[in-house]
């Protein structure tokens, strides 16, 4: 059964560090989505992608944070100068254009942790 | 603005004892809703999903949910869990109109079975 992946599954990094965050959606998948969980806090949603460009964003998503699809196969996450609250769990998911569209698939997450 | 709330952080049942996990959610607009499941140290998995139709929905592993519009509510149940039902539970709202399709969260049922 086709998955969603992330690598790493752990990144560890000093603050201030830019960090990439990768993603392999499920390859028919046309709509990605990046979320978050803090420890202890609720799931947040980061940012939606679809055509090549963003299509909603949180207020968490700030200009530190950007996406991208470099390749048609993965999507990436970077934070450019990571601070100490960045550290979480962030997951990947992908949805389909059919009706299942409003099933999301999520990948394991990585686990950031800033120092 | 959508909103979740699961009223049990967690939940202790004894094996093969039937279980409800509370959800209550709120939006002034119509929603679809999730529940999705994470087993120690895996990804989110969706165990089950309101779209339309039928207010009792089945999902995988034996769970049900019933959605009560009146009561804003979708509680998720299951007649005799196990073991291997550990986990942590989420249940998560998306607006179902519009392009974006961006799930809010509760904050998560801990579920925990003992023998």
């Known amino acids: 059964e086709p998955e969603v992946t992330q690598t790493p599954s752990h990144q560890v990094t000093q603050m201030g560090q830019e960090v990439i965050l990768r993603c392999v959606p499920i390859?028919?998948?046309?709509?990605f989505y990046w979320y978050r969980q803090i420890l202890g806090q609720k799931v947040e949603f980061l940012v939606s992608?679809?055509?090549?460009?963003?299509?909603?964003k949180s207020e968490i998503f700030d200009d530190q944070f950007s996406v991208e699809r470099p390749d048609g196969s993965n999507f990436t996450l970077k934070i450019r100068s990571t601070k100490l609250e960045d550290s979480a769990m962030y997951f990947c998911?992908?949805?389909?254009?059919?009706?299942?569209?409003?099933?999301?698939?999520f990948g394991p997450g990585t686990r950031l942790t800033v120092t | 603005a959508q909103s979740v709330t699961q009223l049990d952080s967690q939940v202790p049942v004894f094996e093969e004892a039937p279980v409800e996990l509370r959800c209550n959610y709120s939006?002034?607009?119509?929603?679809?809703l999730f529940w999705y499941v994470q087993y120690p140290n895996q990804g989110l998995q969706l165990l089950l999903k309101?779209?339309?139709?039928s207010t009792l929905v089945k999902g995988i592993n034996g769970f049900e949910a019933e959605f009560n519009k009146s009561q804003t509510s979708f509680h998720l149940r299951k007649p005799s869990v196990h073991i291997s039902d550990t986990a942590e539970y989420f249940c998560?709202?998306?607006?179902?109109?519009?392009?974006?399709?961006?799930?809010?969260w509760g904050l998560g049922t801990s579920l925990a079975v003992n023998p």
């Open positions: 998560a709202v998306s607006p179902n109109a519009g392009n974006n399709r961006k799930l809010i």
């Open positions: 992608f679809y055509n090549n460009e963003i299509s909603e």
């Open positions: 998911a992908s949805s389909d254009k059919s009706a299942g569209r409003h099933e999301q698939y």
């Open positions: 390859s028919n998948h046309l709509y």
């Open positions: 939006s002034s607009v119509s929603v679809y």
């Open positions: 309101y779209l339309s139709g």
